[in-house]
Structures are given as C-alpha cells and as structure tokens.
C-alpha cells in the first residue's frame, strides 16, 4: 500500500512542477511568474519528498522528508514575498493587464523600468491593442 501512495505522491509532485514550469515559461510579467515558481517549491518538492518518504517507509526518512517539507513551508512564502518586493521596490513593471495597484503609494518605486511601445510584440507574439 505505501507504494501505491509513494507513487500517488510523487506523480502529483512532478505534476505540479511540470505545471509550475509551464507557469514561469507562459505568465505574462515578474510577479506571476515568481508565483508559479514559488507553489512549485512548497507543493511539487513537499509532495516529491512524502512520496520518497513514502516508498522508503523507514522512520528516519520520514523525519528528514518531514523536516524539509516544515523547512519549504516556513522559507519559501517569505524568500518569495521578499523577492517580489524588491522587484516592486526596483520598478520592474506590471503587466499591462493589472487594473489596480495596491502597492501604489504604500511602497516606494524607485528607478521604473520602461515597459516597451505600445506596438512590440510581447514574449507570446502579441501585440498591444491601443
């Protein structure tokens, strides 16, 4: 039974990687990507590390594959909301989708990154409509 679950658990983690992947390579701007990267780090590695925990069975290992998952549930969230402030605080720009900045006036955004013309093409091919 514990390799039916290993096996359960280990599929969901790569999925969850292979979907966070697709994330960092298809999401529009900075914010959105370090999101999907971020989720990739907590649930695709702490499923990977409970389904190796799992095929192993041993106590020990369960303890290690627990320790890690607790370490990636306390560090990532706050590496990643970390990083995404700095990128706010550095100007990296939103996308032009976002209909409201929250931040606007709370933080300071210093040194805005210029977003291209309104005719370039964006990393999908697309350009912006007027």
Same mark, same amino acid.
């Given at each position: 039974m #514990?390799?039916?679950?290993? =096996?359960v658990l280990l599929l969901g983690g790569s999925i969850v990687c292979l979907f966070a992947a697709i994330g960092v *390579? +298809?999401?529009?701007d900075f914010f959105m990507r370090m999101h999907a990267a971020t989720k990739a780090g907590v649930a695709g590695a702490?499923?990977?590390?409970?389904?190796? =925990? =799992? !095929?192993?069975g041993s106590t020990a290992t369960w303890i290690k594959a627990m320790l890690a998952v !607790? !370490?990636? *549930?306390v560090t990532t969230p706050v590496a990643g909301h970390l990083i995404g402030r700095a990128g706010y605080v550095s100007g990296v720009p939103l996308w032009r989708g976002t #209909? @409201?900045?929250a931040l606007d006036g709370? *933080?300071? +955004? $210093?040194?805005?990154?210029? @977003? $291209?013309?309104d005719d370039a093409p964006d990393?999908?091919? $697309? $350009? +912006?409509a007027p």
């Open positions: #514990s390799q039916w679950i290993g =096996a *390579l +298809r999401l529009p702490g499923l990977v590390l409970l389904g190796v =925990a =799992a !095929f192993d !607790f !370490f990636l *549930l #209909s @409201e900045d709370v *933080l300071p +955004r $210093t040194n805005i990154i210029d @977003e $291209t013309p990393h999908l091919g $697309t $350009t +912006r």
